[in-house]
């Protein structure tokens, strides 16, 4: 009996770890930055939280900054603080700096970095219903594009 047990504990490790093995580096990726995400996610009010959603579905860049001009000028007080928590994403000793670090040294030496991995990362994102994550995941985007364009 205790062999039985034994041998079906080792067979669920082992498809376990196969699973995990079959897992795309894009996905594994994917719920690491939306983990990071959660840092930002959870000390920003809800409301804030749904302007940085509508990044994603916006139809223009105007409706996006409407959305947020008018979010600003109708709580001046609540958009300072979460906007002090945006402001904390680039902060050298912050959490979610910390936590993007860890995860960009454990990707290291791959190709995450790569057009063609950013657009799977972010099909990713909308797999895993993480679209808070893709939404920052995309103002990064921007913001890494215009400062090439800007070094040209």
Request: glycine share 2%; aromatic share 10%; with cysteine.
């Amino acid at each position: 009996m205790k062999k039985t047990i034994l041998t079906l504990a080792f067979a669920v490790a082992c498809l376990f770890n196969s699973s995990l093995n079959a897992q795309s580096l894009e996905s594994r990726a994917a719920a690491n930055i939306c983990e990071c995400s959660h840092i930002i996610e959870n000390n920003v009010s809800p409301a804030f939280r749904e302007i940085i959603r509508y990044k994603l579905i916006a139809e223009t860049q105007q409706d996006f900054d409407n959305a947020m001009l008018t979010y600003v000028t109708n709580n001046p007080d609540q958009a300072a603080k979460d906007m002090l928590w945006m402001q904390s994403m680039s902060d050298d000793n912050g959490q979610f700096l910390r936590c993007i670090s860890k995860m960009e040294m454990q990707y290291d030496n791959t190709e995450l970095d790569t057009p063609e991995m950013y657009n799977s990362i972010m099909v990713e994102l909308y797999e895993i219903e993480c679209d808070f994550a893709a939404a920052l995941f995309l103002f990064g985007a921007e913001v890494q594009e215009a400062e090439v364009t800007e070094g040209e």
